[in-house]
């Protein structure tokens, strides 16, 4: 199944199919290792919901709810 | 061939030059810190060097010059940071880069290292923090990194100074050699486009030609204006080229390559320890949990945003002067009578200004009690003008200090960004980031601090918005201006709470300051809001050493400024206020007759519409001239009020809160209420204190925008006491008021609007 980043909840783990967005966005998160193939855990949300705090490549990256809707995961299943 | 040989005379003339190139909080700047013994300021936090810095290192045979560039996660052209690093290694060609990586993280650093290697410039690899993947059990081997990457590669310690010695002298022996560049990208699909590119680019003779060759597949701005005959072969390739995944998008190809090979090739020197459990909750994420949680997350931050202000400003520290059952701190009769509390004890802070105090008294009656033969003016020049201005500047010095310790603290631990992190929903509806939050609350304790700790805001606009919106957020030394007049109003007219005053005058600095902000952004600063895409580094102890180092330069930086600046502007002030038209001197009682206060008297009108102009009679100048000495620091306005008022003639017995003074001036003027609260949102809007003016200077991008900051201040002040005067006098004018914003609200929009059908007809047109 895929969904967006800013669908997913807390603890589920996702791979990158697809980056899109404005110029400046995508190169951004290309360069922060936000790349179709690589892992991400949803972390946590801040506390008014926004932004967002991700394991990626093991570091911590927060973005904004904006930013991860321009990324589409194919959902892991942890059950499997 | 002649422009050779002049290059390779400028490298046998200068001292060599090493580079240092990593991404942000990788321990750059611990590392120039450690090679070059200097002050530079380091931070947990993403993004502390903003410009590059020298310094010098003294152990290679001979003295190498280290550049600190800002930490940048790519060497694309959209940040500021990315812009200045990579000019720097094209333009300056430094002799050596040392490409720094903080190993716990070896991925996300490869990435930018995959980039510099594409530059035919000599690199070395600083594994960073290696100290720390030994203490998670894991293991890097630097010997098969180094064969894999082919540049020299040193595990070292920034922090302990482990290896540094090593990296240096193999630097050294690289550095001025030839290296070619290289590209990892070569195995991909797009490698016979790059060749072919880079050959073309060769031929026309342009340095580091596949470095550039890359950038211009990849479609960077930069790349793309300096190129334009090449782009006819990169789209003739994309004609023919698909690829399952990506298509002809080129720049994530590019990317999703470098990866790639890292995780394939680079990712094998890398041995995680099987015993430790990955699920497991780091001391990072333990500490996490309780910082940034859900519900606690912002009632924590308020707490220890309270702790810190206490702990520097307040007077009845961890509320136990109630609970004292004898006065034992206020020491009366003493020279330290007050210093260590009155009813309360005094927190750290407030101690330690008050022994600055002291101190700076007793400075000024030494130099008094030296001078007892000499002339009134001599007197009166070096006590009341230089030592009484130099003295209310230093004694703010400790408090400065203090406040800006205990939040570097905050920044080097890393919680900065975790404030960040929680706040920025917030502060995104006035198109600020969570970044600006933590500068503007420290303008509540002292403007220069908040001002000095902009630099932690990625965006340049965003800086000079959240510097030029700090003074709004009132200061402490603004705090007897609010008690001193709103106490004034009670007094004089009977009518009010000053509690109420004060606080509502709080509430009018922010709500200009916010109106302020959202304006700058819909109008001077437009452009897309910088992208919040930021790392959450680790948890770290604070170094002693580099906040000692910190504290060092900041307090060295001041005293500087006092010593210039301000006390420059001290005698000019204190020669126009003593001195009459006729070059005569004057007591402070005879202060009405002053170059300023004819100065005073002939700008007044000016000031009529915020009710403190010519509708005043033959006193009303002594407002103007109060507001002009705030200008040194912002305790002189009410301590003005107490000289003139002494000109006035009146007994007065005032106590030091200037309540007494005020309500007399407010008598012998026949000031308004609503003209006062104009006068005091003006005091507290207008420019603020010269020792926040140089900082703003100091921390403006450049003398431009400085200039218009003066202009922003002024105008702001102006517009709001006005605004004030005009609605608290005459309660219809509302509507006036109302209409001219919406009129201004709606001109904004139309403009933008056409603005943006503008752009895009433009767009349409090239196409």
């Given at each position: ?80 | ?761 433009n767009k349409k047109d090239k196409k």
């Open positions: 199944m895929q969904k967006k980043l800013s669908e997913f909840k807390i603890g589920e783990r996702g791979t990158i199919v697809k980056v899109v967005g404005e110029g400046k966005v995508r190169r951004r998160l290309f360069d922060m290792g936000v790349t179709p193939g690589a892992e991400v855990l949803m972390r946590k949300k801040a506390p008014l919901g926004d932004p967002l705090e991700i394991n990626i490549r093991s570091y911590e990256l927060t973005l904004r709810k904006d930013e991860a809707s321009c990324i589409t995961l194919e959902v892991i299943d942890e059950k499997l | 061939m002649k422009s050779f040989d002049k290059n390779e005379l400028m490298i046998i003339a200068k001292p060599k030059k090493f580079a240092l190139v990593g991404n942000p909080n990788c321990g750059k700047t611990t590392l120039f810190n450690n090679l070059t013994g200097s002050t530079a300021h380091t931070g947990n936090w993403p993004g502390v060097t903003v410009d590059r810095r020298e310094g010098e290192y003294k152990k290679c045979p001979e003295t190498v010059t280290i550049v600190d560039l800002p930490g940048i996660y790519s060497l694309s052209p959209y940040t500021p940071e990315e812009v200045v690093s990579r000019n720097f290694i094209l333009d300056e060609k430094p002799d050596c880069i040392i490409n720094i990586i903080d190993a716990t993280n070896l991925e996300r650093n490869l990435y930018l290292t995959t980039q510099i290697m594409e530059i035919d410039v000599p690199v070395i690899i600083a594994l960073n923090m290696i100290d720390e993947v030994k203490k998670s059990g894991d293991t890097i081997d630097a010997a098969v990194l180094e064969k894999k990457i082919g540049v020299p590669v040193v595990a070292i310690s920034a922090l302990k100074g482990e290896g540094t010695t090593e990296l240096m002298d193999r630097a050294y022996e690289i550095a001025g050699q030839k290296r070619d560049g290289f590209t990892v990208l070569e195995q991909s699909k797009l490698s016979h486009l790059i060749n072919d590119v880079a050959i073309a680019l060769k031929g026309q003779d342009i340095e580091n030609p596949l470095f550039h060759a890359v950038k211009l597949v990849e479609s960077d701005e930069l790349e793309v204006a300096a190129h334009k005959p090449l782009l006819g072969m990169i789209d003739n390739f994309k004609s023919t080229f698909q690829d399952d995944i990506f298509g002809v998008d080129f720049e994530a190809l590019i990317a999703d390559g470098r990866y790639k090979y890292i995780s394939k090739n680079y990712s094998t020197a890398l041995t995680r320890n099987s015993k430790t459990d990955k699920s497991k909750l780091t001391k990072s994420d333990k500490i996490d949990r309780v910082l940034t949680h859900r519900i606690w997350g912002i009632p924590m931050f308020l707490l220890i945003l309270f702790a810190i202000f206490h702990l520097v400003f307040s007077e009845n520290f961890l509320f136990i002067g109630a609970a004292l059952g004898k006065d034992w701190v206020s020491l009366p009769g003493t020279a330290f009578e007050g210093v260590f509390g009155a009813g309360g004890i005094n927190s750290p802070g407030a101690i330690l200004q008050g022994l600055m105090e002291v101190l700076m008294t007793w400075i000024t009656d030494g130099v008094a009690s030296l001078l007892v033969n000499s002339p009134a003016w001599v007197t009166g020049l070096l006590c009341d003008g230089i030592l009484g201005g130099l003295s209310a500047v230093l004694s703010f010095i400790p408090q400065i200090l203090l406040l800006l310790m205990l939040f570097s603290i905050l920044e080097d631990t890393g919680y900065m960004a975790r404030v960040a992190f929680i706040l920025d929903r917030i502060l995104r509806r006035f198109g600020l980031s969570g970044r600006a939050f933590m500068p503007m609350i420290m303008g509540f304790g002292c403007s220069v601090p908040a001002m000095i700790n902009t630099r932690t805001l990625a965006d340049e606009n965003e800086r000079v918005a959240t510097v030029r919106v700090i003074p709004f957020f009132s200061c402490g030394a603004k705090l007897p201006i609010l008690t001193a007049i709103s106490g004034g109003i009670v007094m004089s007219f009977g009518i009010g709470n000053a509690d109420i005053i004060t606080y509502s005058m709080y509430v009018v600095g922010i709500v200009t300051a916010i109106l302020a902000v959202v304006l700058m952004k819909t109008t001077t600063m437009k452009g897309d809001a910088a992208p919040f895409i930021m790392e959450l580094p680790n948890y770290r102890l604070p170094q002693f050493k580099s906040l000692m180092l910190l504290m060092w330069d900041k307090a060295k930086h001041f005293i500087q400024k006092a010593f210039t600046i301000i006390l420059a502007s001290t005698i000019i002030i204190w020669f126009v206020s003593h001195f009459s038209f006729d070059w005569k001197f004057l007591e402070d009682s005879q202060m009405n007759n002053s170059i300023l206060a004819g100065f005073g008297k002939l700008i007044q009108p000016l000031f009529t519409p915020l009710g403190f102009g010519s509708q005043l009679n033959e006193w009303g100048w002594v407002f103007i001239v109060s507001a002009i000495t705030g200008l040194i620091a912002k305790e002189n306005v009410v301590a003005t009020f107490g000289t003139l008022a002494a000109c006035i003639g009146a007994n007065v017995v005032g106590g030091a809160d200037g309540i007494a003074e005020t309500a007399l001036m407010i008598q012998a003027s026949g000031i308004t209420i609503p003209a006062l609260i104009a006068f005091i949102a003006f005091n507290m809007i207008t420019i603020p204190c010269m020792a926040a003016v140089a900082t703003a200077k100091a921390e403006m991008p450049n003398k431009k925008k400085f200039k218009w900051t003066l202009v922003f201040w002024i105008c702001t002040s102006y517009i709001v006491g006005t605004i004030i005067y005009l609605v608290g006098s005459w309660w219809w004018t509302i509507f006036i008021v109302l209409a001219v914003m919406a009129l201004v609200v709606a001109g904004i929009i139309i403009y933008n609007t056409k603005a943006k059908i503008f752009k895009f007809k």
